[in-house]
């Protein structure tokens, strides 16, 4: 089992400028979810999908889009890439949220916008 | 609106020490609690996860507490060590929004 994979580990864009970060899992997991962590303060939700094909909206999604178009893949796409985004962004996964479901994290990828 | 809150937000002690985190969330309408460890630079790992019909969990020298009518859990360390210096982040699942509260960040002192 891999777990929870995120490519890249880094990326520099530029002001924007769009680009898709990977996350995929082979835990079978219903629920996938992208958050975004930023200094001094806790993860926040960005996007958030309960099975292939649904996707719902979190905290913060604006300027992110997402699909699930397999269990195993949710991509994240910066559609044009803002200094505001420079941030560390975390794909997690689970069976789902409720009663003993735990969440998995992925490594996260550094992205930094100029 | 649902928030997180973690106090203090740094801690430092002494190998040895027992010592006691704090988590604080409104709306006790909670599916579940989970707290994290996450190393500088690293993801995070899961350390115990508490249901909405449970008070507490344990594992090792781990201990979560709930206490969903007051809004609060503390993650107890007991007999702290150098390894257990990282950030701790409590999160809490509100139907599909789960939010994270700010971390701790740990330093045990040889």
């Known amino acids: 089992n891999a777990g929870v994979t995120q490519t890249p580990k880094f990326q520099v864009l530029k002001t924007g400028q769009s680009m898709t970060l990977q996350c995929a899992q082979d835990m079978n997991h219903e629920y996938m979810s992208w958050y975004r962590q930023d200094p001094g303060m806790g993860l926040r939700l960005i996007h958030y999908?309960?099975?292939?094909?649904?996707?719902d909206q979190g905290e913060v999604p604006n300027g992110y889009n997402v699909s699930r178009s397999t269990t195993e893949d949710f991509p994240l796409r910066l559609l044009s890439a803002a200094p505001s985004q420079t941030s560390v962004y975390f794909c997690?996964?689970?069976?789902?949220?409720?009663?003993?479901?735990?969440?998995?994290f992925g490594p996260g990828t550094r992205l930094t916008v100029t | 609106k649902q928030e997180v809150t973690q106090i203090p937000a740094a801690l430092s002690v002494p190998e040895g020490e027992n010592l006691v985190l704090n988590c604080s969330f409104t709306?006790?309408?909670?599916?579940?609690l989970q707290w994290f460890r996450q190393d500088p630079g690293k993801g995070l790992t899961s350390l115990l996860l508490?249901?909405?019909?449970?008070r507490e969990q344990t594992s090792g020298r781990l201990n979560a507490s709930l206490d969903k009518s007051s809004g609060r859990s503390t993650l107890y360390i007991a007999a702290s060590q150098p390894g257990d210096s990282a950030t701790y982040l409590c999160?809490?699942?509100?139907?599909?929004?789960?939010?994270f509260g700010a971390g701790t960040r740990l330093t045990v002192k040889p």
């Open positions: 999908s309960v099975g292939a094909g649904i996707t």
């Open positions: 997690a996964s689970s069976y789902g949220l409720g009663g003993g479901y735990e969440q998995y």
């Open positions: 508490i249901q909405s019909s449970q």
């Open positions: 999160a809490v699942n509100w139907d599909n929004d789960m939010r």
């Open positions: 709306d006790s309408a909670i599916y579940n």
